[in-house]
């Protein structure tokens, strides 16, 4: 079992950066594929981008590849999304998920652990 916090979240304006850290508790962090998702309200909670175990593969999805970049630290259990060119669409909740013994998830059902979410609000 494993346990998520997420934090940097915040007010940016259009254009600016924020980098979200998700400090995961347990030891075995480093043997989970790890996501990131959103939630805006009225919608449903979206993927962004996924890392394998090592930290070697990651996929993004369309909305955010080449702005967003997930990366991971196994030796402080800490997950980060470092998010560039922000825009006021990107305005949600984002939330780390963790996920075991899944090939490639991609779906918010496929991810076993989720954190408390962190708000980002980007301002035109």
């Known amino acids: 079992q494993v346990q998520l916090v997420e934090s940097g979240g915040g007010l940016v304006q259009a254009g600016g950066s924020l980098r979200l850290s998700c400090a995961a508790s347990?030891?075995?962090?480093?043997?989970?594929?790890m996501g990131w998702f959103r939630q805006a309200p009225g919608n449903e909670r979206e993927f962004l981008a996924r890392?394998?175990?090592?930290?070697?593969?990651?996929y993004y999805a369309d909305s955010v590849e080449g702005r967003f970049t997930i990366s991971r630290d196994n030796a402080k259990r800490t997950l980060y999304l470092q998010m560039n060119g922000l825009k006021p669409e990107d305005t949600a909740v984002y939330y780390c998920?963790?996920?075991?013994?899944?090939?490639?998830?991609?779906?918010?059902?496929?991810?076993?652990?989720w954190g408390q979410g962190t708000q980002v609000t980007v301002s035109s």
């Open positions: 890392i394998n175990w090592s930290g070697v593969s990651t």
């Open positions: 347990g030891r075995t962090f480093h043997t989970y594929t």
């Open positions: 998920g963790a996920s075991s013994g899944r090939y490639l998830p991609t779906l918010a059902g496929e991810y076993d652990y």
